[in-house]
């Protein structure tokens, strides 16, 4: 069984940088496009951006210049780094990825639990 699992979350100041990863545990031959999103209290699910295999990055336009996406093929882990976080960053943030389980017939889209961000002014 395939699960995302994302791990740095927590209580920080406004100013500080955040750090996540999400590695991708369990059986698999391949992992195809990974990302982040994240859900704010009150608001729909945002997009942050996403990372192929190759290592293009796409970001929403919100975020541009503000977030970096990366990824490690080899640990199946893909990273977000904000630096200078705000109080409306305030969210849990949630990884996502394509992932081609063993014992299945192809690529499916796997979601993480979450993990909260909040941001204390």
């Known amino acids: 069984q395939v699960q995302l699992v994302e791990s740095g979350g927590g209580l920080v100041q406004a100013g500080q940088s955040l750090s996540l990863a999400c590695i991708v545990d369990g059986a698999i031959f391949t992992t195809n496009h990974m990302g982040w999103f994240r859900q704010a209290p009150g608001k729909e699910r945002e997009w942050i951006g996403t990372i192929t295999r190759a290592g293009k990055a796409m970001y929403a336009d919100a975020l541009q210049g503000r977030c970096t996406i990366s990824r490690d093929n080899a640990k199946s882990t893909v990273y977000l780094q904000i630096p200078s976080l705000q109080p409306d960053d305030t969210a849990v943030y949630y990884c996502?990825?394509?992932?081609?389980?063993?014992?299945?017939?192809?690529?499916?889209?796997?979601w993480g639990r979450g993990t909260q961000v909040t941001v204390s002014s």
């Open positions: 996502n990825a394509g992932v081609w389980a063993e014992g299945t017939s192809g690529p499916q889209d796997y």
